[in-house]
């Protein structure tokens, strides 16, 4: 497709002061927020009228929880190294750290599944179980499916989606920029989700 059909996907945009793809993904993270806004307050409503067990009362490790949030803020650091590396024209490491960001994100799921899910629901811990359960199960298995859509673009970044690089660097820079950002709000709902659900 020639540049005239899409313009704007390397140079800003004279209105935007960005590129259409960037200007694009942080519209597409307006709409998030104000999903995810809105989950906060649902729960803010049913903490104070719900079923809601006191501090320390539920069965959620703390333990398991941080290890996450370790896992996540690292991945956000990898993810700028990855972006950080393309930039520099050095694909090889650039490779490297979105592997890295990958596998972290893996093992947030791994344990988010195996050691929290499954543990749960193998005592009889189900959204059914009460109000805090329902909220706890909806919020973070939502966060779980972006962490996986996550995964699928960083895939797809690495693998059939790399010749990009070869035939346009700056472009594909671009697309691992836009997918740091995607991945840093990511995150970022995780930093609220942990306390909310774990600490409090």
Same mark, same amino acid.
């Given at each position: 497709?020639?540049?005239?059909?899409?313009? $704007?996907?390397?140079?800003? $945009?004279?209105?935007?002061?960005?590129?259409?793809?960037?200007?694009?993904?942080?519209?597409?993270?307006?709409?998030?927020?104000?999903?995810?806004?809105?989950?906060?307050?649902?729960?803010?409503?049913?903490?104070?009228?719900?079923?809601?067990?006191?501090?320390?009362?539920?069965?959620?490790?703390? #333990?398991? &929880?941080? %290890?996450?949030?370790?896992?996540? =803020?690292?991945?956000?650091?990898?993810?700028?190294?990855? @972006?950080?590396?393309?930039?520099?024209?050095? /694909? &090889?490491?650039?490779?490297?750290?979105?592997?890295?960001?990958?596998?972290?994100?893996?093992?947030?799921? +791994? =344990?988010?599944?195996?050691?929290?899910?499954? !543990?749960? %629901?193998?005592? &009889? %811990?189900?959204? *059914?179980?009460? #109000? +805090?359960?329902?909220?706890?199960?909806?919020?973070? &298995?939502?966060?779980?499916? !972006?962490?996986?859509?996550?995964?699928?673009?960083?895939?797809?970044?690495?693998?059939?989606? +790399?010749?990009? @690089?070869?035939?346009?660097?700056?472009? +594909? #820079?671009?697309? =691992?920029?836009?997918?740091?950002?995607? @991945?840093?709000?990511? *995150?970022?709902? @995780? %930093?609220?989700?942990? /306390?909310?659900?774990?600490?409090?």
């Amino acid at each position: 497709m020639s540049s005239e059909l899409l313009p $704007h996907t390397l140079e800003p $945009h004279p209105v935007t002061g960005m590129y259409n793809g960037k200007f694009g993904l942080w519209l597409f993270l307006a709409s998030e927020v104000m999903l995810f806004g809105a989950l906060f307050s649902a729960y803010i409503l049913l903490r104070t009228h719900g079923d809601f067990p006191a501090h320390g009362e539920h069965s959620l490790s703390v #333990t398991f &929880g941080a %290890i996450n949030t370790f896992l996540l =803020i690292t991945s956000s650091v990898t993810m700028v190294m990855a @972006w950080a590396s393309f930039k520099l024209n050095e /694909p &090889g490491k650039g490779k490297f750290y979105l592997l890295v960001t990958i596998l972290l994100s893996c093992a947030f799921l +791994f =344990i988010k599944l195996k050691f929290e899910y499954a !543990h749960k %629901i193998h005592d &009889g %811990i189900k959204p *059914d179980t009460s #109000t +805090f359960y329902a909220i706890y199960y909806c919020m973070t &298995g939502l966060h779980g499916l !972006h962490i996986v859509g996550g995964i699928v673009v960083m895939l797809y970044l690495l693998l059939p989606g +790399f010749g990009l @690089w070869h035939k346009n660097p700056e472009q +594909f #820079t671009n697309r =691992i920029e836009c997918t740091g950002l995607y @991945w840093h709000f990511v *995150d970022l709902v @995780w %930093i609220f989700l942990f /306390p909310v659900f774990y600490l409090l």
